[in-house]
């Protein structure tokens, strides 16, 4: 310990960088007087330095002897004037924004916070040492051996499934993994759940948060945790809580990695850079607040002391501040590029688009996404909207980004529970170019789904009309109201055989519609085999079994499983059913066809009066692979298909319609009758019972 020395370093690259016989550090602020880094032996603080050299707004150092595995943090000096937007307080022991891998956890004592907590005045000052109560930040050796890990898929955005899930709620109770690898990164990635994930034919996994994040005191308070992990305070460092070796818990992460990329699977982040953990001007002096408080947030132009909010969560990280974008992207390029991160899921992605004035397509943020050779060619996906002015901007990102669409998740429900009729579902069956057909996007554009994170799993959409969100401790207050939820007379578990019946052809009904919609699919983990929060429509808090999957799935749950595999296996096996360019109704003069026709139950086109009829609400549609506009051809895409959906309760006559594709039609699907896949042909123009609430699948062309 008695060897480390200080020499002036470099000021690039910002955080803690190992040499191979010491460490150099440097940390951006514009507005500080003096850094100090601080090493610790556990939690004892053993060395201060101060950074020596102040170059460019960056302050920085080398300290000989410093190497992987030693822990530190940051004291920053500079002047404590909330209302100049100043929060510089140095006995606040501050973590590095850019620091590799995070050690131990936040205890919440008054001592994190700036000011005088007690008093409730931001404008007091605290002098008591953070330190004890902090967690720290770890040098890391970077070297890892990647040569094993399987070549990346690349996986085309036509081909692409993605499972929505959570670290330990995916692994907590699964009976094959190891006790001590629950909840883990490595229970993750082991064999049983690998191969769960590739027989389902998911191909890109994306995993809720797992950069390091904070349990929200008044949650503790309430014996509860930031379970979901919204709540970011380290961008660079994935969160120790899911490490079964926690000294080693980058390394752990990527051999997740290289396993899922072994089993052809994509590696999707569902990424927080809206806000960070530290709150509004009552919040806690974590990291970025007493580094650069004015620098980092987006504060009020006349009040400084106050935070804008447009995430709901009480500070908005400043993108439009030239060294928080480049700590945004330098975080995704360490991800992408030495993590190996095949995509990233921007949860209130309209935050990052914002300038002072609001929303811009042309922001300095995306602007530099769209230059950057590595990001430019992964997979971006955005949460088009926050609760800001003008905040929902479903469409209105730029070309090469997908965005959630909930438009298709609300349409859906609303015509499964015949509350939409055909006219509102059909734009949203093709991809919805009605929001995203513009500029050369693709219909891939649409991250369709129908259940995510937020919200009810599809068992619960189909078992309850209420929200029961009682074990949050908000009195049930909490989660969305508008449920858009169905169910057929009893909620929740119920031993009616009828109701049952119905819940289980509502659940096939939607699985249907999302996985052979145009657009890309997006699975929410446990939904496949009817997972249920028990009626919790706002599961964040809920680090327990409401969360956790429950892999004793049941005579139900794995013919529920099986089905949807069989959905995406019809997926994958008939291209028409997921073409990246739009399907418009467009006429091939050549083979006298369209890409898409809609049919009402006379076997005739859909005419005005039948789209005006709001309640008639069984109608098909064939889309027909040989029309030769549509796109460049490739293999297999010549079948024509026809989709029935019949929201209605009774049974409706439905004439098969004629097509050049084939001889007959075979059925493929029929959400009635879940285990026949006989593929039972059937001549055009005959009738067909359709039966109540079921969503039919026949292809006139080769059975695959």
């Not at 556990?42 to 060395?47: C, D």
């Not at 924004?97 to 605290?126: C, I, K, Q």
């Not at 899930?165 to 229970?187: I, M, N, Q, S």
């Not at 578990?493 to 997006?522: H, I």
Request: charged share 25%; with cysteine; proline share 5%.
């Amino acid at each position: 310990m008695s060897d480390f020395a200080i020499e002036e370093g470099l000021p690039f690259p910002l955080g803690a960088t190992w040499s191979g016989k010491g460490t150099n550090f440097a940390v951006f602020s514009a507005n500080a007087a003096k850094v100090e880094v601080c090493l610790f032996e556990g939690n004892r603080e053993t060395h201060r330095f101060e950074l020596p050299e102040y170059t460019d707004q960056v302050f920085h150092g080398y300290i000989c002897g410093v190497g992987p595995g030693m822990f530190y943090g940051y004291r920053v000096y500079g002047a404590y004037q909330p209302d100049a937007g100043h929060r510089f307080n140095p006995n606040k022991l501050l973590l590095d924004p850019y620091a590799r891998a995070h050690a131990g956890s936040l205890t919440w004592n008054p001592a994190v916070f700036g000011y005088r907590m007690e008093s409730g005045d931001d404008l007091t000052f605290d002098d008591r040492d953070s330190a004890p109560f902090m967690p720290k930040c770890v040098v890391v050796d970077p070297d890892f051996d990647w040569q094993a890990e399987a070549a990346r898929q690349n996986v085309h955005w036509d081909e692409t499934i993605v499972y929505e899930t959570h670290v330990k709620g995916f692994t907590r109770t699964h009976p094959d993994v190891p006790e001590h690898l629950r909840g883990t990164y490595a229970g993750f990635a082991s064999p049983r759940l690998l191969e769960h994930l590739t027989t389902l034919g998911v191909t890109s996994v994306e995993l809720l948060p797992v950069h390091t994040f904070i349990d929200d005191s008044t949650l503790l308070e309430k014996h509860l945790t930031n379970y979901w992990g919204y709540n970011t305070i380290g961008f660079f460092a994935p969160d120790p809580r899911y490490a079964a070796d926690v000294p080693n818990s980058l390394r752990e992460f990527k051999e997740m990695v290289s396993k899922l990329h072994g089993a052809g699977l994509e590696v999707i982040l569902d990424v927080v850079y809206n806000h960070t953990a530290e709150g509004n001007e009552k919040g806690p002096t974590l990291s970025f607040k007493g580094i650069d408080n004015a620098s980092y947030y987006r504060l009020l132009p006349d009040r400084k002391r106050y935070y804008i909010n447009d995430t709901g969560t009480g500070n908005t990280v400043n993108l439009s501040h030239p060294r928080v974008i480049q700590m945004v992207m330098d975080s995704l390029r360490y991800w992408a590029g030495h993590m190996h991160i095949d995509g990233f899921r921007f949860d209130l992605g309209t935050i990052l688009a914002r300038e002072v004035y609001g929303f811009d397509e042309q922001s300095g943020f995306l602007k530099a996404m769209d230059q950057d050779p590595l990001l430019s060619t992964i997979k971006l996906i955005a949460e088009p909207w926050d609760t800001g002015p003008g905040g929902y901007q479903v469409g209105g990102f730029p070309p090469g980004w997908a965005e959630w669409n909930d438009k298709f998740r609300d349409t859906v429900r609303d015509y499964w529970r015949a509350e939409a009729p055909p006219s509102a579902l059909a734009k949203r069956l093709l991809g919805s170019g009605d929001v995203f057909n513009r500029e050369g996007r693709r219909s891939w554009s649409s991250v369709n789904f129908i259940t995510a994170h937020d919200g009810f799993t599809l068992n619960d959409w189909a078992s309850f009309n209420e929200k029961h969100n009682e074990a949050n401790g908000e009195g049930n207050r909490d989660g969305n109201s508008n449920n858009h939820s169905w169910n057929c007379g009893a909620e929740g578990p119920t031993d009616n055989k009828d109701v049952l019946v119905l819940r289980e052809r509502q659940k096939r009904n939607m699985l249907a519609t999302l996985l052979l919609s145009q657009g890309t699919p997006m699975l929410l983990g446990g939904d496949e085999f009817g997972r249920t929060q028990q009626g919790n429509n706002n599961a964040y808090c809920q680090d327990n079994d409401i969360s956790w999957f429950d892999w004793n799935l049941g005579e139900a749950g794995e013919k529920l499983l099986a089905f949807t595999q069989r959905l995406i296996k019809l997926r994958r096996g008939y291209p028409i059913l997921r073409r990246s360019r739009f399907l418009t109704g467009q006429h091939d003069t050549e083979l006298d066809i369209r890409d898409v026709s809609w049919i009402n139950p006379d076997g005739a086109e859909m005419k005005q009066q039948d789209w005006d009829n709001g309640w008639a609400m069984c109608f098909g549609m064939v889309l027909d692979g040989r029309c030769r506009k549509t796109a460049v051809r490739r293999y297999g895409e010549d079948d024509s298909v026809l989709i029935i959906l019949n929201s209605y309760e009774g049974e409706v006559g439905f004439k098969l319609p004629h097509t050049s594709a084939g001889p007959k039609w075979s059925l493929l699907l029929d959400t009635s009758r879940p285990d026949d896949a006989s593929g039972a042909g059937f001549d055009f123009a005959s009738a067909y019972q359709v039966p109540g609430r079921s969503f039919l699948l026949f292809v006139a062309g080769e059975l695959k």
